[in-house]
């Protein structure tokens, strides 16, 4: 499996509140209309928690920077279902669409992007002795 992660920081004229609304409410519809011609498989968006305590606390232990305000992954079967979706004029209109509506509410040059391949590990809860 091929996934296309995108750690977000929302522009500069939004809130918080506001970019996760958009986000949830404007931007993941589109992808949803425009999944068959982008091909993927799945599309997962992660909205950070402001404010949460324990978040707090674990990146100040670990030093860690600036927190993003969500991830987006998008998935594929494969990278040749990937790269068919960016050959086709269908899946090519679809990502101008799609970066189009993300200029309205990521500061995309303080966003990286990148693909992974997809390694799972699968936990199951333990049974009690």
């Given amino acids: 499996m091929i996934m296309l992660t995108f750690c977000l920081r929302r522009a500069a004229h939004l809130s918080p509140a506001a970019f996760r609304q958009y986000w949830l409410e404007t931007h993941g519809p ?15 968006q992660l909205h950070a928690l402001d404010g949460d305590p324990v978040g707090a606390a674990l990146a100040r232990v670990r030093g860690a920077p600036e927190a993003f305000d969500g991830i987006a992954q998008m ?12 050959a086709s004029p269908a899946g090519r209109a679809a990502g101008r669409e799609l970066l189009e ?29």
């Fill in 75 to 86: 998935c594929w079967a494969s990278r040749a279902d990937l790269e068919a979706s960016m």
């Fill in 101 to 129: 509506d993300e200029r309205r509410f990521i500061d995309l040059a303080r966003s990286p992007i990148w693909l992974n391949e997809v390694h799972e590990y699968e936990f199951h809860r333990a049974e009690p002795s």
């Fill in 30 to 44: 589109l992808v949803r209309r425009l999944q068959a011609a982008i091909g993927a498989t799945r599309y997962t």
